[in-house]
């Protein structure tokens, strides 16, 4: 046994000097940096920082160089780092009414109040391949509009006035935290939004999806979209007023949902929202068509058995590093759950030929 440990810390050295090398690539090829993957590859960067639940660009661009890419891996690392790190307050909800937009469209009105602004966004592109990036050609800069700094008003808060849209419940209860205790269902929609923001962005995309194709029946728009940098604040005891300690870019969609009535609520629009980190549109109005599902039995609507508004698989499903951990330790050494399993086959085997033996005699 002995002689086995050694030589399988032999081979695992060897596979991790194999890995570093294959991460390296081609020496005659330069380097990439941190700063290019933080520069270039932001959306990748804000991705990793979303789901490993860390704002820190620095640190998931070396993630993700670490990872070759991989980006679950790259979210692993940043979650695995963030558990070292020490917690030293909490700060106050951000004020997103205030964000400093980069980006603000609204799919429900044409002409919406503080206007449409389009930013930095591929919606417009031709999804054609641009053979001059890889020609390392220079890049023209596009004039840049400065951020909205002035408050820029909600398309929610236009349909509120008129009674056309369910009124959001507010609490000063302190949500929980799945970064520090483990999930209790049935739990409430803090919760609920704090998992899918987290969540892998392909399986809340594919849980969003399968609403618009009728699971669920949750036909939204998109009330409003805005992309742009809050201001975090914190309290501090010994000062007795709140200071500003940074600012986050974050994305948050609110969506504006067709709602016929039930026993308890007029007919009327409810919502679905989506807060993520970073630039991440995609991901922030998947999460709330999926929020929205999963608001079925507060809004007294019928369950119609849809994998989206079912909140065990929802919630439970989502998170990536969980489902990658399962799913990737059935490569690791199972040899004895193997033999005890190779051994009861073959056993099974030699009764049923017992038993065909003894009915052909």
């Given at each position: 046994?002995?002689?086995?440990?050694?030589?399988?810390?032999?081979?695992?050295?060897?596979?991790?000097?194999?890995?570093?090398?294959?991460?390296?690539?081609?020496?005659?090829?330069?380097?990439?940096?941190?700063?290019?993957?933080?520069?270039?590859?932001?959306?990748?960067?804000?991705?990793?920082?979303?789901?490993?639940?860390?704002?820190?660009?620095?640190?998931?661009?070396?993630?993700?160089?670490?990872?070759?890419?991989?980006?679950?891996?790259?979210?692993?690392?940043?979650?695995?780092?963030?558990?070292?790190?020490?917690?030293?307050?909490?700060?106050?909800?951000?004020?997103?009414?205030?964000?400093?937009?980069?980006?603000?469209?609204?799919?429900?009105?044409?002409?919406?109040?503080?206007?449409?602004?389009?930013?930095?966004?591929f919606d417009y592109t031709h999804r054609l391949l641009d053979f001059k990036l890889a020609a390392d050609g220079e890049v023209l800069e596009a004039p840049v509009s400065a951020p909205r700094t002035e408050p820029t008003p909600r398309i929610a808060d236009?349909?509120?006035?008129?009674?056309?849209?369910?009124?959001?419940?507010?609490?000063?209860?302190?949500?929980?935290?799945?970064?520090?205790?483990?999930?209790?269902?049935?739990?409430?929609?803090?919760?609920?939004?704090?998992?899918?923001?987290?969540?892998?962005?392909?399986?809340?995309?594919?849980?969003?999806?399968?609403?618009?194709?009728?699971?669920?029946?949750?036909?939204?728009?998109?009330?409003?979209?805005?992309?742009?940098?809050?201001?975090?604040?914190?309290?501090?005891?010994?000062?007795?007023?709140?200071?500003?300690?940074?600012?986050?870019?974050?994305?948050?969609?609110?969506?504006?949902?067709?709602?016929?009535?039930?026993?308890?609520?007029?007919?009327?629009?409810?919502?679905?929202?989506?807060?993520?980190?970073?630039?991440?549109?995609?991901?922030?109005?998947?999460?709330?068509?999926?929020?929205?599902?999963?608001?079925?039995?507060?809004?007294?609507?019928?369950?119609?058995?849809?994998?989206?508004?079912?909140?065990?698989?929802?919630?439970?499903?989502?998170?990536?590093?969980?489902?990658?951990?399962?799913?990737?330790?059935?490569?690791?050494?199972?040899?004895?759950?193997?033999?005890?399993?190779?051994?009861?086959?073959?056993?099974?085997?030699?009764?049923?030929?017992?038993?065909?033996?003894?009915?052909?005699?």
């Amino acid at each position: 046994m002995y002689v086995a440990v050694k030589g399988g810390e032999r081979a695992i050295d060897n596979a991790h000097a194999w890995l570093a090398e294959e991460r390296r690539g081609d020496l005659s090829v330069a380097e990439l940096s941190v700063d290019q993957i933080k520069e270039q590859l932001k959306l990748a960067v804000n991705r990793v920082m979303a789901e490993g639940s860390l704002y820190d660009q620095d640190l998931a661009a070396l993630a993700i160089k670490q990872a070759r890419g991989d980006m679950i891996e790259a979210i692993f690392l940043i979650r695995a780092y963030r558990t070292t790190l020490p917690r030293f307050g909490n700060t106050n909800p951000i004020d997103t009414g205030a964000m400093e937009c980069i980006r603000r469209i609204s799919a429900t009105f044409k002409d919406a109040p503080g206007g449409q602004v389009l930013g930095p966004t591929f919606d417009y592109t031709h999804r054609l391949l641009d053979f001059k990036l890889a020609a390392d050609g220079e890049v023209l800069e596009a004039p840049v509009s400065a951020p909205r700094t002035e408050p820029t008003p909600r398309i929610a808060d236009f349909l509120g006035r008129e009674g056309l849209i369910q009124e959001e419940a507010e609490s000063d209860d302190t949500p929980p935290d799945l970064t520090r205790e483990p999930m209790e269902l049935p739990g409430n929609r803090a919760l609920r939004l704090q998992s899918l923001t987290r969540g892998d962005e392909g399986f809340v995309l594919g849980m969003a999806y399968s609403t618009q194709r009728g699971y669920a029946r949750n036909h939204a728009f998109v009330g409003e979209l805005r992309i742009g940098d809050v201001a975090v604040e914190m309290e501090i005891p010994e000062l007795g007023f709140t200071i500003k300690i940074g600012e986050i870019e974050v994305t948050e969609c609110e969506t504006v949902n067709q709602f016929t009535g039930s026993k308890s609520e007029p007919p009327q629009f409810t919502r679905g929202y989506g807060l993520v980190m970073g630039q991440c549109e995609r991901k922030s109005i998947s999460m709330a068509l999926v929020d929205r599902a999963l608001r079925w039995r507060e809004l007294g609507e019928d369950d119609m058995g849809a994998p989206a508004q079912d909140e065990e698989f929802v919630l439970y499903h989502s998170d990536n590093i969980q489902a990658t951990g399962f799913l990737e330790h059935i490569k690791l050494p199972h040899y004895v759950d193997f033999q005890s399993e190779l051994e009861l086959v073959r056993k099974l085997r030699r009764e049923a030929e017992a038993n065909v033996a003894e009915a052909a005699e």
